[in-house]
C-alpha cells in the first residue's frame, strides 16, 4: 500500500547529522555497506569491484563541500556532508510506487522496499530530492536505507549495538539516532539546542533527519598570528634595513 | 534525466495510439465516418498496435517486466498506477466498439457509447501519462502546468495526422480532417514554445546552498565529490545537455514535428483527394512521429534533477 499510513504513531525513527563535527573519514557509509550487503536488503550488489570502472549500490554517501562567506576577510570552511535516505514524513516516493512495494512504517515512519514486489520502475528515485535510491542493476530492484531496521529491533544484539551501523561506527559522535517524534528525546533536545535544520523544506516533503549546522567560526585578528597578516604594499618587505634596501634593488 | 528509449517509445506511440482512437470513436460514433469494415479494421488495427507496443516498450526498462501486473494496485496514489489502469480499461469499450464497426458495421446506438466512453477512456490514460511527469517537484522543468496539456495536444495532433492519412487513403477525398489536423498541430505547436520559454525564463529555484542548507553561510561549491565513479543516481538523474545542443535540436524538433507536416498537410489541401493528397498524409503523419522522438528526447535530457546540486551542479 503506497499511500501513507492513516493513523502514524507519533514516533519518527530518525538520524541527527551533526555537520560541526563530522569529519569526512566515510567510515559510516564503510560500515552501512558492510552491514547491509548482509542483512535485509542484502546484498548491496557491486559491478566490476576491482575493475577500473567500480560501480555499486551505496545507501550513504559523504559529500564534501567549500563555504566561502559573503564577507571579505573571514576564512571559508569545508564541510563533510553525510546524505542518505532521510525518511520524510511526505515521502512522494513512496505514494508514486505503482506496486506498493515502496511503503512507510506506521508503527515508526522508517521508509522501506519489498525487494519480493519491487518492478524495478526507477520512479521514487526520480521522486526522491535527496538521492537516497539506488537502483540494483543486478537484481533489478531499488535499494535504500533501512535505519538498520534488522538491527534497532535485534534482541541477538548487545543493547548498545541496537542502533543503526552508520551511527555505531561514526568515531566522531557526529550521528546519533532516536525518536524525532518525541519531543522529550536525546535526538529533538540536540536539534533545538544546536538549530537543526530539515534539507529543502520548500519541496514539503518534511524529512524527519535532521542537520545541526556547523558551529560559528573564529573570525578576523583571532584567527592567526600576525606574522600571516597581508602585507602593506607601500612597504612590501617589514623587517630589518638590509632587507628593504635589497628589495628596493632589486624591484628596479 | 536520462533519456531511456523505452520511455521515448512508450510515450510517443502510445500518444499518437490514443489520439487515433479518440478521432476514430467520436467521429465514427457521430457517423462522420463511414462505417467501412476495412477502415475500421486498419484505423484501430493501427491504433491498438501503436498502443499495445508503447506499453510493452514501457515494461522493457523494468527490473522485474513479469511483476509488471503489480503496477495496477496503487490507483489510490500512484500516477504511474492510474496510467496503467486506464490503458487496461480502455481496451473493453476500445476493443468493442471495433467490432461493432468491423464485424457489423454498426457505429451507432450502444455502440457509440462504448466509442464515447473508449474516447474517454483514451483522453484520460493520456492525461495520466502526463501527470506521471508533471507531478515530481523534484524537477522544475517536469513540475510546470503546461506539461500535461502537451502530452494531451501532442496525442491528439499525431493522431489526428494518422486519422487524417486513413481517411484520405480510403478515398474519402477532401475533408474538413486536414484542417482538424492542422488546428491540432499548430495548437501543441504553440503549447509547446511557450513551454520551452517558460523553462528557459524562469529564475532556476534552488543552488547547492539549498540543497545542503549551508546557504546561510556563505556560497557553497562542492569541493570534492563523494566518490571516485559516478553512481546510479548520477547516471540516471545527472544527465543533461548543452544549451546549444538543445537549441539545435529544438529546431530539428519544431521543424520534424510541426512545420513539414504543416506544410505537406497544406499542400494536400490543394490536391483533390486521390493517392497524392493519402501519400503526403502519411509522409506528414510519419515525420510527425520522428518530430516527435525529438521532442520526447528533449523532455528528458533538458529536465534537470535538483538532486543534481549535491553533485556538482549549480543550479536546478
Redesign the interface.
Same mark, same amino acid.
Given at each position: 500500500?503506497?499511500?501513507?499510513p492513516d493513523k502514524p504513531s507519533g514516533k519518527k525513527l530518525g538520524l541527527v547529522i551533526d555537520?560541526d563535527t563530522c569529519v569526512g573519514c566515510h567510515a559510516c557509509a564503510v560500515s552501512c555497506k558492510e552491514w547491509n550487503t548482509t542483512g535485509y536488503i542484502a546484498p548491496l550488489t557491486d559491478r566490476n569491484p576491482y575493475g577500473a570502472?567500480? *560501480?555499486?549500490?551505496?545507501l550513504n554517501?559523504? +559529500?564534501?563541500?567549500? %563555504?566561502?562567506?559573503?564577507t571579505e576577510g573571514s576564512g571559508?570552511?569545508? %564541510?563533510n556532508?553525510p546524505?542518505s535516505c532521510l525518511h520524510c514524513e511526505e515521502p512522494?516516493c513512496?505514494?508514486? @510506487?505503482?506496486?506498493?512495494?515502496s511503503y512507510k512504517r506506521a508503527e515508526d515512519g522508517i521508509v522501506l522496499v519489498n525487494p519480493d514486489? @519491487?518492478?524495478? @520502475?526507477?520512479?521514487c528515485?526520480?521522486? @526522491?530530492?535527496?538521492?537516497a535510491r #539506488?537502483? *540494483? #542493476?543486478d +537484481?533489478?530492484?531499488m535499494k535504500k536505507c533501512t535505519l538498520c531496521v534488522d538491527r534497532i529491533y535485534n534482541e541477538n544484539l548487545a543493547p548498545e549495538d541496537r542502533k543503526p551501523a552508520c551511527v555505531r561506527a561514526c568515531p566522531t559522535g557526529a550521528r546519533h539516532f532516536g525518536d524525532l517524534g518525541d519531543p522529550e528525546s536525546a535526538v529533538s533536545a540536540l536539534v533545538r539546542e544546536r538549530g537543526g535544520? *530539515?534539507?529543502?523544506p520548500?519541496?514539503?516533503y518534511r524529512p524527519v533527519n535532521k542537520?545541526l549546522?556547523?558551529r560559528e567560526r573564529r573570525t578576523g585578528t583571532d584567527s592567526g598570528p600576525e606574522a600571516l597578516e597581508p602585507l602593506d604594499p607601500a612597504n612590501p618587505v617589514a623587517g630589518d634595513g638590509v632587507f628593504r634596501w635589497l628589495d628596493r634593488v632589486l624591484s628596479r | 534525466m536520462h533519456p531511456a528509449y523505452s520511455v521515448l517509445l512508450f510515450t510517443t506511440l502510445t500518444g499518437a495510439g490514443y489520439g487515433l482512437m479518440i478521432l476514430l470513436c467520436l467521429f465514427g460514433a457521430a457517423g462522420l465516418v463511414p462505417a467501412d469494415p476495412l477502415l475500421g479494421l486498419i484505423g484501430f488495427g493501427l491504433s491498438f498496435a501503436m498502443v499495445t507496443a508503447g506499453l510493452m516498450a514501457s515494461t522493457f526498462h523494468l527490473g522485474h517486466p513479469e511483476r509488471a501486473w503489480r503496477a495496477v494496485t496503487q490507483w489510490r496514489s500512484s500516477w504511474l498506477s492510474r496510467e496503467g489502469v486506464m490503458a487496461l480499461i480502455t481496451y473493453a469499450p476500445a476493443g468493442l466498439f471495433a467490432m461493432g464497426w468491423i464485424f457489423l458495421g454498426d457505429t451507432g446506438g450502444v455502440w457509440a457509447m462504448l466509442g464515447v466512453a473508449a474516447a474517454i477512456g483514451a483522453l484520460v490514460t493520456v492525461y495520466c501519462t502526463g501527470m506521471i511527469y508533471q507531478s515530481l517537484k523534484t524537477i522544475r522543468q517536469w513540475h510546470n502546468t503546461w506539461v500535461t496539456p502537451i502530452y494531451m495536444l501532442l496525442a491528439l495532433a499525431t493522431g489526428a495526422l494518422w486519422f487524417n492519412a486513413l481517411i484520405l487513403a480510403f478515398g474519402e477525398g477532401r475533408s474538413g480532417f486536414t484542417w482538424l489536423s492542422m488546428a491540432m498541430l499548430a495548437a501543441a505547436l504553440t503549447a509547446k514554445l511557450g513551454y520551452w520559454r517558460g523553462i528557459d525564463t524562469a529564475k532556476a529555484p534552488r543552488n547547492p546552498g539549498h540543497a545542503t542548507g549551508l546557504g546561510r553561510l556563505g556560497k557553497v561549491r562542492q569541493w570534492e565529490t563523494a566518490h571516485t565513479q559516478a553512481n546510479y543516481v548520477q547516471r540516471e538523474m545527472g544527465f543533461w545537455i548543452a544549451r546549444k545542443h538543445a537549441r539545435k535540436l529544438r529546431l530539428y524538433a519544431v521543424l520534424a514535428g510541426f512545420v513539414l507536416p504543416l506544410s505537406l498537410c497544406l499542400i494536400e489541401t490543394t490536391l483533390t483527394g486521390g493517392v497524392g493528397a493519402a501519400v503526403l498524409a502519411f509522409l506528414a503523419a510519419i515525420l510527425a512521429m520522428a518530430g516527435m522522438l525529438i521532442e520526447r528526447w528533449l523532455f528528458f535530457a533538458e529536465a534537470q534533477h535538483v538532486v543534481s546540486l549535491y553533485y556538482g551542479a549549480e543550479t536546478a
Open positions: 500500500m503506497t499511500s501513507l555537520l570502472e567500480a *560501480d555499486g549500490v551505496w554517501r559523504v +559529500h564534501s563541500y567549500e %563555504v566561502r562567506p559573503g571559508g570552511m569545508t %564541510v556532508f546524505r512522494a513512496v505514494t508514486v @510506487c505503482p506496486t506498493g512495494a514486489t @519491487c518492478i524495478g @520502475c526507477k520512479l528515485s526520480w521522486a @526522491c530530492p535527496y538521492g #539506488e537502483y *540494483d #542493476e +537484481h533489478g530492484v535544520y *530539515d534539507l529543502m520548500g519541496l514539503g542537520y549546522p556547523p | -
